[in-house]
C-alpha cells in the first residue's frame, strides 16, 4: 500500500515519453528524478551555473529531515529545464560573457610614450644662449629659428630679444642689436664706423705683383685656358701665380681640355664683383693697349 507522502507527490510525466508513469511505484520514480536532478545539477554547474548545483544540495538536505525524496533539478517542470539551457545557450552565444553581461576582456593597446617636456630656462640662461648664437651667425636669423633651437616659446625669446637691444643701447656698446631682413644680428654702430673701416682696410689689402695681374689679364681675355697655353703667351712659367689667384678667389677650375686632358682655368663672380663688371663681356676692348708692332713682335718670336 503506497504511503501518504507517495500518495501526496503528484504525478511526475516520464520525461522519455511525456506519459504520466501511473502503473509504477512512485517512491521509484521519486528516487529516479532525485538521481536526474544530480546529474543535471552537475551539468549545470559544468556550464557555469553553480547557483542550480547548491538549490539541489539544500533540497537534499531538507528531504532528509522529513524522509522524502530530495526535489532535486529533475522534480522541476521541464519548461524550468529550458529556460536553464536557453540561459547557458546565450553565454555561450554571446562570446563568454559574465552573468552580469559584462564584455570579455580585449587585448590593451601599448601606450604611446609622451616626449619629455622641454626645459624651462630662467631669463639669466636664456639670454645668454640667444647672445652667444648671435655671436656666430653670418646672416639674421629669426625668432621662430631661435625658439626652435631653444626649445622655448617665440613669444619669449622676441621678448628677450628686444630687452638685449634696449640693454645694448642703453649701455653704450659699439654694436648694438637690430632687425634686419626678418630676423636678428649684432652690428657695429655708425658712429664707430671709421675705426671699423681704418681696421679693415688698412694692412688688409695685399695688391697684386705685375706678374699676378699679367696673368688674369691672360685668363681673362682667353678663359677658358690651360696652364701651358698662359706659360706660352707670357713666355714664363706662370704655376706659381696662377696657385695665388686660385687662392685668393679670382680664378677657379673649369674641366678639362678635350685633347690634352690639362685642366682649364676661369675667372670667379668675385672676379666681376672687384672690378665692377656685370660679366666678362664687359671688359674693355684690348686692342687699343696693344703696341702698334704687335705683328712684328709675333714674327720675331717665331
Known sequence: MPSKIAAAVP???????????????????SGASGASGASGASGAS???????????????????????????????????????????????????????????????????PEPPPAPVLDDAELRGALEAILL??????????????????????GAMLDEIAAGYTAAGHGFDLRRAAGGWRLY?????????????????????????????????????VTRSRISAIRGVNCDGVLRTLVGRGL?????????????????????LEKLGLNSVDDLPPLAPFLPDDVEELADATR
Open 251 to 271: 680664378v677657379e677650375e673649369c674641366g678639362t681640355e678635350a685633347d690634352s686632358g690639362a685642366y682649364l682655368y676661369r675667372t670667379t663672380t668675385m672676379f
Open 46 to 112: 559544468g556550464a557555469g551555473g553553480t547557483a542550480t548545483g547548491s538549490g539541489g544540495g539544500a533540497a537534499g538536505a531538507e528531504g532528509s529531515d522529513d524522509d522524502r525524496p530530495s526535489p532535486a533539478v529533475g522534480d522541476r517542470p521541464v519548461a524550468a529545464l529550458g529556460d536553464d539551457a536557453g540561459r547557458d545557450a546565450a553565454r555561450q552565444e554571446g562570446g563568454g560573457a559574465g552573468a552580469e553581461g559584462v564584455p570579455p576582456k580585449r587585448g590593451r593597446r601599448r601606450a604611446v
Open 188 to 224: 657695429t654702430r655708425p658712429e664707430y664706423a671709421t675705426y671699423v673701416e681704418r681696421f679693415v682696410l688698412d694692412g688688409q689689402s695685399v695688391r697684386l705683383t705685375q706678374a699676378a695681374l699679367e696673368t688674369l689679364a691672360v685668363v681673362a681675355y682667353r678663359q677658358p
Open 11 to 29: 504525478a511526475v510525466p516520464d520525461l522519455g515519453t511525456g506519459a504520466p508513469s501511473e502503473g509504477r511505484d512512485r517512491t521509484k520514480i
Open 136 to 157: 656666430v651667425v653670418d646672416q639674421p636669423v629669426s625668432e621662430l629659428t631661435l625658439a626652435e633651437v631653444l626649445e622655448q616659446a617665440p613669444e619669449r625669446v
